[in-house]
């Protein structure tokens, strides 16, 4: 997939994190696929936070680590937050019906996907990607689109 420019926003901590994820999401139309790419403890479950907390939503956002799916349907659009690290590849998360949730055309809301390499070619629709890069008292988040 071709990348397009991407922008950079440096969160000194969780709440930054949070509040930009919160902020971000009033942006995006049901329908939005979101990649979300970062190390373990990297943030992305508190990207998720902020995201949910955004739409309206005040469900308790957890990793979906074990149970791959969570969804959070609670405020204006719903969330499905995906993490995908215990799988090994797209025809799995195919096999599980997962590949509903990454049309644009028929989502409902919102769906963020967590290790999307894991599921390499599942998503191959226009998506956002982004991705979060640990530094030393910092996080380094990278928005941009994917074609």
Known sequence: MEKALKIKVVS???SETIAF???LVKVFPKGTIITLRGDLGAGKTHFVKGLALGV???ALVTSPT???LN??????LPIYHFDMYRLSSKEEA????FNEYFDPAT???ISVVE???QVEGLITTPHIAIEIVKGENERIIYVGREE
Request: net charge negative.
């Open 12 to 14: 000194h901590s969780e």
């Open 21 to 23: 994820a919160e902020k």
């Open 56 to 58: 309206g939503s005040k």
């Open 66 to 68: 074990f149970t791959i």
């Open 71 to 76: 969804v959070y349907e609670e405020g204006k």
């Open 94 to 97: 195919e096999e599980l019906g």
């Open 107 to 109: 989502l409902d809301g």
């Open 115 to 117: 290790w999307p390499e």
